[in-house]
């Protein structure tokens, strides 16, 4: 029977035994709380951590830019410019409607026969209306398709700007050719008020406005007057697009690499980058476009004869008839016809353009355009 009342010597080591035993399993304890608590630690930071890449990589396609909010910044940068720029488009169409021996003769003549409002600023609602149109097509889808390859190159791990410059100009030729489709009706009016100023008083046209333009010509030509010159028109921007936005992105790349513009091409704000990179492309797209657009001012100004006066026939069947006819009357050199003002309205055109596009999306997606 064991003794109820141990000796002094056996408390003290039934103590001792329980103290370690105690001590033993508190440590235990307290290194199974710690492990047990590392285990949640790094549990929580791995799902944190993979929930942030899901985030990332979902968020590229999230954070796109609705394409029609693309259009409408598009549309509001190019009437902006259109402000600026339109005299020279006035001066184009009647340089390539009929000859002047010198830009400057023409901007002179036209000022002198009908003013400014009614001369070099003929057609600005036509202008306008083309913005949006033609204009809002014409960037917007381009922006929208650089975006979202650029966020198919982020989610592939690799720089944002790594695009073939074949699928930029492929871009280009989709948005204007689009852009130019929906466009034609207010590049019809375009031409004709902007060269309305130059005819005999007897044979004036003298629209009002751009609307009152395109319904005379559906009640006195028919509604498909409206795409009349459609298939040069559609060529010249296909080409011009994919010269213009194409080239302007190439080089605005490439003269950020040369470093010659600053940290990622910001000095002065960017915009001696986009001035000599929308330079080179206007220049470019100058070359390929003006001869469908000469053909295309042709088309779309000609006087079409009254229904039933026999005899009497347009002056042009088509786009090849009319190539055909204006290289024999006036030599090859007449499908440049307007070439300086072309050139020299679309570099500022670009620059002003590209450049509001650019501030304004910034402003209102935080994101820039292109």
Known sequence: MPNPNPSPINKELLLATMHSHSGSDSSHASSSSSSSIFMNTTTKSSNSNSGLVRNSQSSNDKDVISLPTRMVLSAVSGMGAAIVCHPLDVIRVQMQTSHFPSTWNAATTIYRTAGFQNGLYAGISAAFLR???YGSCRMGIYSYLLEKEQSKNLQRGV???DIAFATKLGMGCISGGIGSLAGTPSEVALVRMSADSKLPLADR?????VFNCLSRIAKEEGVRMWWRGATPTVARATLLSS??????SQAKAELIQSGYFGKDGQWAGGIPLLFCATLVSSFCANVVANPFDVIKSRLQNMAVPPTGQNHQRPMYN???DCFAKSIKAEGLSVLWAGFVPAFIKLAPYSVISLTLVDKLTKAVTG???F
């Not at 046209?205 to 406005?209: A, D, E, K, L």
């Open 131 to 133: 913005q949006w149109l």
């Open 159 to 161: 720089s944002k700007n």
């Open 205 to 209: 046209r003298n629209y009002t406005g």
């Open 243 to 248: 010269a213009s936005l194409g080239v302007t």
């Open 318 to 320: 088509g786009m090849m």
């Open 367 to 369: 994101k820039d355009a």
